[in-house]
């Protein structure tokens, strides 16, 4: 079995078998240099969305461009873009509170479109690694530097879209 053929069966035998693929395509014997999936919040069992205008918050799920995100490698090892495949903009940090997550064009040298995806959660690769979560009463998407509670609210599953 050639190489390329290789990395289809271990990605079909990993999707079958429902398992996430959240640490990185690599932990999973996949070395693609991009895959895309969908971003289920665990508290509020909404999906990261987002529109033209950059806005990102969290709605309920239903299977649409908007809600799938292409994942690529970032600047450093383990930190990564996140590209929604609608918008063709980029996940970008902007500080904690209400708009502190946006999309943007891709900014090739900013740390703030970096990102860490693992342990159920999506961190900022700046130097202070904020989480992602999901505001419960407003469906806004925001970055802590403290804990999440419930904590559910700032854990994400990651799923093949």
């Known amino acids: 079995m050639n190489e ?27 070395t693609s240099a991009s895959w895309t999936v969908k971003f289920t919040n665990r508290g509020s069992n909404h999906c990261l969305d987002s529109n033209k205008k950059g806005d990102v918050y969290s709605i309920a799920c239903n299977d649409r461009n908007y809600q799938r995100w292409i994942i690529e490698p970032g600047l450093r090892s383990g930190w990564y873009f996140i590209r929604n495949k609608k918008t063709g903009r980029y996940l970008e940090e902007r500080g904690t509170g209400s708009n502190g997550v946006v999309t943007r064009p891709l900014s ?53 879209a």
């Open 108 to 160: 090739v040298k900013s740390v703030n479109q970096n990102w860490s995806i693992g342990d159920s959660r999506i961190r900022s690769a700046t130097s202070l690694k904020p989480t992602l979560y999901d505001e419960k009463s407003t469906k806004d998407i925001r970055l802590t530097f403290g804990s999440v509670n419930p904590v559910q609210y700032g854990q994400w599953i990651q799923e093949a």
């Open 4 to 30: 390329h053929m290789r990395r289809i069966a271990v990605a079909a035998i990993a999707v079958a078998a429902g398992l996430s693929l959240a640490a990185g395509p690599a932990s999973a014997g996949i």
